[in-house]
């Protein structure tokens, strides 16, 4: 009698753990809510406000790595909501091989998110966000129209329609973007006050490698021999620091890309020292006080971008 009661208890028990372990993904989504539509976004983030919660977004293309969950661990402790958007944004592509390619990694992102105490992880189809085509042209002048911008035509256009409408669904308190792409921060700005959009944009540090290489999406792109060249963007850059006092702007800058090009599986598409938030070109270190240096290499053919802060 008494052995028949345990075996009972044990098939129960059993039972039990199996149910919990097939239902366990679901009740993890109670806690991070996975959100496909602008309506039922903005229905809940209306509820959150409603007990006077803050709201933060992180817009991100997904293919989530330490750099991106940096920015969301920040939103998480400065909001009572953190939002990350993980959208594949057609609109930005300018080279159709490089949309096609980009990955799509939403199940391993959902995973990070969730460690990273995202509260909403927003991951709308294209036709979601573009019901019709975005026909919206920004004019921002030279912060969309330098460096990247002039090498990838359309590209900060496409950022700017994918943004705002980001910033018109979730309408976030802050915005987090990684200082990696540092000219899109200042397009981002020059945006928002355009459009009298009521955000703050928080730049975040670029999180590297312990080699210094700053963490892209792109870098699992670059061959065993190639990821072992790649630190040396970083490790210039550092070392020009050293001496970019004594040294003019013009010597700092040749010194960078002789060296990256000296390298044979390197090329310098542009590296330009510039005011931090103008971003126009300087001749002299005291034309500004906050000079920045922004570089592109290509190294084989995986187009690499990195900065620094003089
Ligand atoms: P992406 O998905 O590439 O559009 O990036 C989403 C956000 O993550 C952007 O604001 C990027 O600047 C930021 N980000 C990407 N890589 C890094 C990094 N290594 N460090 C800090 N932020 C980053």
């Avoid at 979730?170 to 009298?196: R, S, T």
Wanted: aromatic content about 8%; charged content about 25%; proline content about 5%.
């Amino acid at each position: 009698m008494q052995i028949e009661i345990n075996i009972k208890k044990i098939i129960i028990l059993f039972l039990l753990t199996y149910l919990f372990s097939c239902f366990a993904p679901s009740l993890r989504n109670c806690l991070m809510k996975i959100v496909k539509s602008i309506k039922e976004l903005k229905s809940i983030l209306a509820a959150e406000r409603e007990k006077g919660k803050q709201i933060g977004l992180v817009p991100t293309m997904g293919a989530l790595h330490a750099g991106h969950i940096s920015l969301v661990n920040r939103c998480a402790k400065e909001n009572g909501i953190c939002v990350v958007s993980d959208f594949v944004n057609p609109t930005q592509f300018n080279d159709k091989h490089d949309l096609e390619t980009y990955p799509h990694t939403l199940d391993q992102d959902s995973a990070l998110l969730e460690a990273a105490k995202c509260d909403i992880l927003f991951a709308p189809s294209v036709e979601e966000m573009y019901p019709e085509p975005d026909t919206r042209t920004f004019s921002l002048g030279t912060v969309q129209e330098v460096m990247e911008g002039a090498r990838r035509p359309g590209h900060f256009n496409g950022v700017c329609q994918i943004v705002s409408k980001l910033f018109y669904a979730v309408e976030p308190d802050n915005a987090y973007f990684g200082e990696k792409d540092f000219q899109q921060i200042a397009v981002i700005k020059a945006m928002v006050k355009q459009l009298g959009i009521k955000v703050k944009i928080n730049p975040c540090p670029i999180v590297r490698e312990a080699d210094g290489l700053a963490l892209s999406s792109r870098n699992s792109r670059l061959t065993p021999e190639l990821r072992q060249k790649a630190p040396l963007i970083a490790r210039t850059l550092k070392e020009s620091r050293k001496f970019a006092p004594e040294k003019s702007v013009k010597e700092v800058k040749e010194y960078v890309i002789n060296t990256l090009n000296a390298c044979p599986e390197m090329r310098v598409e542009y590296y330009e020292i510039v005011d931090g938030n103008s971003l126009v070109s300087i001749d002299k270190w005291n034309d500004t006080d906050y000079p920045v240096g922004c570089i592109t290499v290509f190294c084989g053919d995986v187009r690499l971008i990195d900065n620094i802060k003089y």
